[in-house]
């Protein structure tokens, strides 16, 4: 679908705010995008564990509550867009959902865990600091090249379900290398958030993106 | 997004003329839809082994033509549509590509590979007698009511990379009960392309389809 420039412009408006009301609270916002099923809610289970009360996320769906309720369950602060059929977050929606969350307690990391999709997403300013690309191994070798638009404006890319290598064919240097073809300055980690494989060196990165804000 | 009434209208009308079109081709039409890598064009592949140049396929990415090379590797006729960008096929799109296929040697299959994405393209009809729903295990079990707008549409749900079931928490009942409460007609089959389990009952299934045009 092609977007007309004075939605887009409006939105990049909304967006250059978000990132001052962010900055105002002293916190690293990062938008996660993926196809559905890639792992979006699982990581951010597994960086509750890490984190804990130091995150709160953002949880857009078009249809049902069940991810923040998982978020909650997992320790952390979760807001829900439920989009109602629009196939990404826009700026507008992030900040409606940023004003109901309970500032009272101090929090440093804002995660938008946006909908479910490879392509739509990635147009959007949110006003997050990070653009975080997910890929995950059972999606397939071949995505980078298939979807540029988002691959070629992420800031990091994860490369999740590692723990599913041994039972598929997936070369991840292969993605990470098409990744930096299209984008040389990303940077890249491949993680389980079952296994734990690679979450400490993410949340190391996040961190030290908190600490240089 | 928000998709305005005279752009639906209007590709309304093309896709009854694709649909007239392909009867008078003595045509079985199927608009595949799914995420990114839940596995549309490895199952085109292996129906391809079974029907052979009895199918020809239509191929919808955002970009590259990595997919029809696939196709036609596998053994069958095929035409790429590279969107550019857009996250859904249209009819107008499909009307042109079957303008393209060749149809000297007649066929009675036209797959139609949508562009990997969940929510988009649910809302297009294309023309197609059959509007199947992909959803791979890797995916995650909790799929259907947050995707409301496909599963409800859908004639059929395949369940696919069931090779990986011993390799993950995923409920096969429960994804094909909540598809039955949006949706009381869905046919349902569980499909491996990797073994071959379930192809058998699909093609008895798309045979038997196209004896009843």
Known sequence: ?????PVMARNDDIAAENRRAFR?????AFNIISSPGAGKTTLLEALAGELGPEMAVIEGDVKTRRDA?????????AVQIETGGSCH???AAVKEAFSALDKRKPFKYLAIENVGNLICPSAYDLGEHIKV????LPEGDDKVLKYPSLFSRIDVLLLTK??????MEFDMDRVERE???LNPGVKTFRISARTGQGMADLCSFMRSRWESL
């Open 1 to 5: 679908m092609r977007i007309t420039s």
């Open 24 to 28: 105002l609270n002293g916190l690293l």
């Open 69 to 77: 309720d998982r978020i909650v369950r997992a320790g952390c602060r």
């Open 89 to 91: 977050l826009d700026a």
């Open 133 to 136: 690309g997910m890929l995950s």
């Open 162 to 167: 590692t723990d599913l290598l041994p039972h």
């Open 179 to 181: 990744c930096r073809s």
